[in-house]
């Protein structure tokens, strides 16, 4: 009997061993996958410490950067865009997800747009919304468009006569015509026809953090990394949506542009958020009625620390940087038409001081040292030009992701930013602004008639999206200064949080790819 009591006691001891054992196993594989969350963000420089030399994938220097832009291009960039022209920008917040049931609308007051008129826009009843809208190649032969010959004494009519209508059925096809050839050149869609397209005045509306957060905003980005972005073609890590810095490498150096500028985009948003956060909203005789604004140090290092992303914090900066030269390289190529822009707004005195800072800050950009240069891309013949045509499709369609943001503020700022890179690749990309020559002389080229045009929203947006990145870079500064003071603005009370970063759980090593088109076709949804 003694025996076995003494044999209970021991297989019990034994289980508990095991079972010990096993628990111990298990909070080590769970510790080990969390730990990227659990590490408090560090009180050090880390997050830019790699933020020095070399960019990558273009001849110029981080720090050549920064110099230039906080000292030239904000001060210039920001007076800029506060213009009457530049204010008001033409978007229809009201278009439906085209790739999933828009299920989450932002309640919170925050989310929404403080909406103006279309008689409120300066200049509007003097044809504000009729500048750059092209004639048609059809309406060239219509009965109203010829002019009455009859007052010539050398016309004859019977020896001269040329009909010049052209019927309805043909009127549409040319019309189907001229959309498609516009279709071939666009990277992203443009609300400024749309029946449903409102102004905006974006002073009222500033970017800041919302609150909008969760499964709804999580999907947003995890479409435009896993489903429209190229990736390498073995991708080991499938709950990370990111590519990491040393797989970048393995891709085509359009594919990596592709990426990075995506990246740089999806950066500077973050910074935005974080320098224009939810401090307090307490009410009172002396608080602001909007709320108090301010940075957010712990925010920002929660986005960027590399303790908190997977060592890839300082690297998505550096992507900031990168889209920041494709932009300005945009503008420096399509100086030339820019600078005779009219930015009518029917305010005279305005309309010639945005000329003059329009002027100035194109003198200015044109004497950077290292431009982008995108004549190294899309080179290689019916190969390439697939490879081009890709590219274009999926920044188009990431532009269509846009709509399905469910904040209405967001959506704004995202639309605007998204037009404002698509146009930049437009100018870079399409042919259009690119000098017989091979551009010799960066931002020098001749003008093309009608061929070098852009809509009056594509203006604004590439104007603002390029002022959001440079302030961006502006903010950076702002935070390196808190971190090496380690000292934060005191905050009254955090009102949102929340991540927005995935713990990848697994690693590897993906063989480097060619640089060919194929097998990368932007998909729709999630």
Same mark, same amino acid.
């Given at each position: 009997?003694?025996?076995?009591?003494? %044999?209970?006691?021991?297989?019990?001891?034994?289980?508990?061993?095991?079972?010990?054992?096993?628990?111990?196993?298990?909070?080590?594989?769970?510790? =080990?996958?969390?730990?990227?969350?659990?590490?408090?963000?560090?009180?050090?420089?880390?997050?830019?410490?790699?933020?020095?030399?070399?960019?990558?994938?273009?001849?110029?220097?981080?720090?050549?950067?920064? &110099?230039?832009?906080?000292?030239?291009?904000?001060?210039?960039?920001?007076?800029?865009?506060?213009?009457? =022209?530049?204010?008001?920008?033409?978007?229809?917040?009201?278009?439906?997800?085209?790739?999933?049931? *828009?299920?989450?609308?932002? !309640?919170?007051?925050?989310?929404?747009?403080?909406?103006?008129?279309?008689?409120?826009?300066?200049?509007? !009843?003097?044809? @504000?919304?009729?500048?750059?809208?092209?004639?048609?190649?059809?309406?060239? =032969?219509?009965?109203?468009?010829?002019?009455?010959?009859?007052?010539?004494?050398?016309?004859?009519? *019977?020896?001269?006569?040329?009909?010049?209508?052209?019927?309805?059925?043909?009127?549409?096809?040319?019309?189907?015509?001229?959309? &498609?050839?516009?279709?071939?050149?666009?990277?992203?869609?443009?609300?400024?026809?749309?029946? &449903?397209?409102?102004?905006?005045?974006?002073?009222?509306?500033?970017?800041?953090?919302?609150? @909008?957060?969760?499964?709804?905003?999580?999907?947003?980005?995890?479409?435009? @990394?896993?489903?429209?972005?190229?990736?390498?073609?073995?991708?080991? &890590?499938?709950?990370?949506? @990111?590519?990491? %810095?040393?797989?970048?490498?393995?891709?085509?150096?359009?594919?990596?542009?592709?990426?990075?500028?995506?990246?740089?985009?999806?950066?500077?948003?973050?910074?935005?958020?974080?320098?224009? =956060?939810?401090?307090?909203?307490?009410?009172?005789?002396?608080?602001?009625?909007?709320?108090?604004?301010?940075?957010?140090?712990?925010?920002?290092?929660?986005?960027?620390?590399?303790?908190?992303?997977?060592?890839?914090?300082?690297?998505?900066?550096?992507?900031?940087?990168?889209?920041?030269?494709?932009?300005?390289?945009?503008?420096?190529? !399509?100086?030339?038409?820019?600078?005779?822009?009219?930015?009518?707004?029917?305010?005279?005195?305005?309309?010639?001081?945005?000329?003059?800072?329009?002027?100035?800050?194109?003198? /200015?950009?044109?004497?950077?040292?290292?431009?982008?240069?995108?004549?190294?891309?899309?080179?290689?013949? %019916?190969?390439?030009?697939?490879?081009?045509?890709?590219?274009?499709?999926?920044?188009?369609?990431?532009?269509?992701?846009?709509?399905?943001?469910?904040?209405?503020?967001?959506?704004?700022?995202?639309?605007?930013?998204?037009?404002?890179?698509?146009?930049?690749?437009?100018?870079?990309?399409?042919?259009?602004?690119?000098?017989? %020559?091979? *551009?010799?002389?960066?931002?020098?080229?001749?003008?093309?008639?009608?061929?070098?045009?852009?809509?009056?929203?594509?203006? /604004?947006?590439?104007?603002?999206?390029?002022?959001?990145?440079?302030?961006?870079?502006?903010?950076?500064?702002?935070?390196?200064?808190?971190?090496?003071?380690?000292?934060?603005?005191?905050?009254?009370?955090?009102?949102?949080?929340?991540?927005?970063?995935?713990?990848?759980?697994?690693?590897?090593?993906?063989?480097?790819?060619?640089?060919?088109?194929?097998?990368?076709?932007?998909?729709?949804?999630?």
């Amino acid at each position: 009997m003694r025996t076995n009591v003494n %044999s209970t006691e021991m297989a019990y001891k034994q289980y508990c061993v095991v079972f010990i054992i096993f628990a111990l196993a298990i909070v080590q594989a769970v510790g =080990y996958d969390t730990e990227l969350y659990q590490a408090k963000p560090c009180d050090s420089n880390v997050c830019f410490e790699a933020l020095h030399g070399a960019l990558g994938d273009c001849s110029c220097n981080i720090d050549t950067i920064d &110099y230039f832009n906080n000292v030239k291009i904000f001060p210039r960039i920001q007076s800029l865009v506060s213009k009457d =022209y530049f204010r008001f920008y033409k978007v229809n917040l009201k278009k439906d997800c085209p790739f999933w049931a *828009d299920d989450s609308r932002c !309640a919170m007051k925050y989310c929404h747009i403080k909406k103006c008129s279309k008689e409120s826009v300066p200049g509007y !009843a003097n044809g @504000y919304d009729n500048d750059h809208i092209d004639e048609t190649p059809a309406m060239k =032969y219509t009965k109203e468009a010829q002019s009455d010959c009859s007052s010539d004494t050398d016309h004859d009519p *019977d020896l001269s006569y040329l009909n010049m209508t052209i019927s309805a059925a043909s009127q549409y096809e040319i019309a189907k015509w001229k959309a &498609y050839d516009d279709a071939l050149e666009n990277f992203c869609e443009s609300d400024d026809r749309n029946a &449903y397209a409102e102004y905006v005045d974006l002073s009222l509306n500033p970017e800041r953090y919302t609150g @909008y957060k969760g499964s709804s905003a999580h999907r947003i980005w995890r479409s435009i @990394y896993q489903e429209n972005c190229f990736r390498p073609k073995l991708n080991p &890590y499938e709950s990370f949506p @990111y590519v990491l %810095s040393s797989d970048l490498s393995n891709m085509c150096l359009e594919k990596r542009v592709f990426y990075r500028a995506v990246s740089g985009l999806h950066t500077s948003i973050n910074i935005h958020l974080c320098s224009k =956060y939810l401090l307090s909203e307490k009410a009172g005789f002396a608080a602001p009625p909007d709320g108090e604004w301010g940075p957010n140090l712990e925010e920002f290092q929660r986005r960027f620390d590399p303790s908190q992303t997977f060592g890839e914090g300082p690297n998505w900066l550096k992507n900031l940087y990168f889209v920041y030269l494709l932009e300005m390289r945009a503008l420096a190529k !399509a100086g030339p038409y820019l600078e005779r822009e009219e930015y009518f707004t029917g305010n005279p005195i305005e309309d010639e001081e945005t000329r003059h800072a329009i002027r100035n800050m194109l003198g /200015v950009i044109y004497t950077f040292p290292d431009h982008f240069n995108e004549s190294l891309m899309f080179n290689g013949g %019916s190969q390439a030009a697939t490879l081009k045509n890709e590219f274009r499709e999926h920044f188009l369609n990431i532009s269509r992701i846009m709509d399905c943001v469910g904040c209405d503020k967001c959506k704004l700022w995202g639309k605007l930013q998204t037009q404002g890179l698509g146009t930049a690749l437009k100018i870079l990309f399409s042919g259009r602004w690119d000098s017989p %020559s091979g *551009d010799p002389e960066q931002g020098k080229l001749p003008l093309r008639h009608k061929s070098q045009r852009l809509q009056r929203t594509e203006i /604004v947006a590439l104007f603002n999206a390029f002022a959001r990145l440079s302030n961006s870079i502006r903010e950076l500064e702002n935070f390196r200064i808190l971190l090496s003071a380690n000292k934060e603005p005191e905050p009254k009370h955090n009102i949102f949080g929340g991540k927005d970063i995935q713990n990848p759980n697994k690693m590897g090593n993906p063989k480097k790819e060619q640089c060919t088109s194929g097998g990368s076709q932007p998909r729709l949804g999630s």
